[in-house]
């Protein structure tokens, strides 16, 4: 039988890309829709502002934007809601939603930290799930996982193949993040147009906080953070999607680049074999030429949910690995990586 799910701040860019996902998901009937209050009660169709391409899905038109509150999504009969919601109203809603039985696979940041909440990036750390137990103790009758920041969900999935087989010490990275990942309203034109901005708030912290905690283990019954330290720069460029993150990973060993892009390569990751829709084939493509990965050429690899990495080269006898790593944020990054936990929880029979 098909679940019942919820779009959250489905107007949105990532709200855009989950209605796209999952209007016509095999496993997911999208039956529910919400946005702010002044777009309550109109016609899916007459109020998006549809910017992603193609046309907004047949399926979904006619659907009226409804609140977001539990009892009218209960109504609906909504099992998961996946959430696109702002930072600042996302935990009101979704911890109401999980209060009255609701699971909620969310992309907004308040919470991704706690111990007792998965933070997926599912090849990675799908088995971070086991902590789900532990929520029974808030006394919510849905389950809650956190989907990570949208350049720690591309940087993680590249570096999770590296730390699996060699011994590394510590990362620095540099992120070109393109304008889609601040939302369809987040950047100025006059100030991005033809420019470099060398600040995105809060953005630094949640790389390191949630790549440690992405790339860590599960100990009894709570996640124990990564030792590897992540260090980043993150900058906003005039690119419309697809994040580019200049790499370094200092090793404790020497290691040969062509050998890298072997592990890169064959790498398939903690839900191999699964047999989930969004899957892709290949989590991490490894680019050959010189000038890629690029946003316009590489972002739709693996339909937007394949990292695509390049110039692999090392430096300071071999023990200081350098590459770029490139990721759909909207996709990969966001909505493409909340589906691909659905379906993962589907599996494991959580939903
Ligand atoms: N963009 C990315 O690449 C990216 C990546 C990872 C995570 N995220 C996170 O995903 C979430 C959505 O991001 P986005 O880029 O899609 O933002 P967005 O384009 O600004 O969309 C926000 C959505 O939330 C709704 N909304 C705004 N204020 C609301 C309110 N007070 N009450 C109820 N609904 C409200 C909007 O509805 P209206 O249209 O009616 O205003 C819209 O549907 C954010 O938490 C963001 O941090 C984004």
């Not at 911890?95 to 111990?115: F, Q, Y």
């Not at 599960?218 to 030792?227: A, C, F, G, L, N």
Request: aromatic share 6%.
């Amino acid at each position: 039988m098909r679940i019942k799910a919820a779009v959250l701040g489905a107007t949105g860019l990532v709200g855009q890309r989950f209605v796209s996902l999952l209007a016509n998901h095999p496993w997911f009937d999208l039956v529910a829709l919400t946005a702010s209050e002044k777009r309550v009660g109109r016609s899916y169709g007459e109020v998006v502002e549809w910017v992603i391409g193609e046309d907004v899905p047949d399926a979904v038109k006619d659907l009226q934007v409804l609140p977001n509150d539990l009892k009218v999504l209960r109504r609906e009969g909504v099992e998961v809601a996946f959430s696109a919601l702002p930072s600042s109203v996302a935990w009101g809603v979704e911890e109401s939603l999980l209060k009255g039985g609701i699971t909620v696979v969310s992309n907004a940041s308040p919470m991704r930290l706690e111990p007792d909440i998965p933070l997926l990036n599912p090849e990675v750390n799908v088995s971070h799930l086991e902590v789900l137990e532990k929520q029974k103790r808030r006394g919510w009758s849905g389950r809650l996982v956190k989907v990570p920041n949208c350049s720690t969900a591309i940087l993680t999935l590249a570096l999770k193949p590296l730390i699996d087989v060699y011994r590394v010490r510590r990362v620095a990275v540099t992120t070109m993040q393109a304008i889609s990942g601040a939302g369809l309203r987040g950047v100025p034109g006059y100030m991005i147009g033809c420019n470099v901005i060398p600040f995105i708030k809060g953005e630094e912290e949640k790389l390191t906080a949630e790549s440690a905690k992405i790339l860590g283990f599960v100990d009894k019954d709570s996640i124990r953070p990564s030792e590897v330290r992540v260090s980043a720069s993150c900058t906003r460029v005039p690119v419309l999607d697809g994040h580019l993150e200049s790499v370094f990973v200092d090793l404790d060993e020497s290691v040969n680049p062509s050998e890298v892009v072997k592990v890169l390569k064959s790498f398939r990751g903690e839900i191999a074999g699964w047999g989930l829709p969004t899957a892709p084939e290949n989590p991490v493509v490894v680019r050959g030429e010189e000038w890629r990965p690029q946003p316009r050429l590489d972002v739709m690899a693996g339909e937007g949910m394949s990292v695509v990495v390049g110039r692999v080269r090392v430096d300071e006898g071999d023990r200081l690995l350098k590459f770029f790593v490139l990721g759909h944020n909207t996709l990969r990054g966001a909505a493409g990586s909340g589906v691909l936990i659905g379906e993962a929880m589907v599996k494991k029979g959580l939903l």
